[in-house]
């Protein structure tokens, strides 16, 4: 069986992930019960993470405890950076050999979490099974756009729900293409 790698994210409703800076001030860090359950809904049903720097170090500056206990994260990087938690896992890989590792460690619903040039990347490579997309009521004109590259590709909408805050989400699948890029051998990823 192949891994589904999903990109969830939350997003303004001009396609924006981030202000220009990077702030994610403009929608509310506190979920409403409604947004919080289906998070967790979706949290647990995914058995890996796969980040890039940007994000990793965005998680980093904002300082508190690591969010993700309790799941492998494969942080894509080329700097030395601190481990956040024992299960963070920080390489040098190109996506497609990070996935075959991860599928290869046995994990089969990975989680791409944020980064609109990892996104695209992925994207671009064929890589990204699902999209889930939390649409906030909010214009922000600008910013880090929901993917930073990508190819034309069609998306098959699985489902939608809508939030007491207005928020709506949308989970597609995405249509596969026959002539995706042959992936290259992976790299041997062991998370702790």
Request: glycine share 8%; proline share 6%; hydrophobic share 40%.
């Amino acid at each position: 069986m192949n891994p589904s790698l999903i990109y969830h994210v939350t997003s303004s409703l001009d396609g924006y992930i981030a202000r220009p800076d990077g702030r994610i001030d403009w929608f509310d860090s506190l979920r409403q019960a409604d947004e919080e359950y289906a998070f967790q809904y979706f949290y647990s049903g995914i058995n890996a993470l796969l980040m890039g720097r940007g994000t990793y170090e965005a998680l980093l500056k904002r300082g508190g405890p690591w969010p993700y206990l309790g799941k492998p994260c494969v942080v894509l990087t080329r700097l030395a950076l601190p481990r956040a938690a024992d299960e963070i896992q920080l390489t040098h890989c190109t996506p497609a050999q990070a996935v075959a590792a991860l599928n290869e460690a046995g994990f089969q619903r990975i989680w791409l979490v944020g980064g609109s040039l990892l996104a695209g990347n992925c994207y671009t490579a064929g890589l990204i099974d699902e999209v889930v997309i939390n649409l906030v009521p909010h214009l922000l004109g600008a910013g880090i756009p929901l993917l930073a590259t990508g190819m034309e590709r069609s998306l098959t909408l699985s489902d939608q729900r809508r939030f007491n805050s207005g928020t709506l989400q949308v989970h597609y699948r995405v249509q596969k293409q026959a002539n995706v890029p042959t992936q290259i051998p992976a790299p041997r990823i062991n998370v702790a």
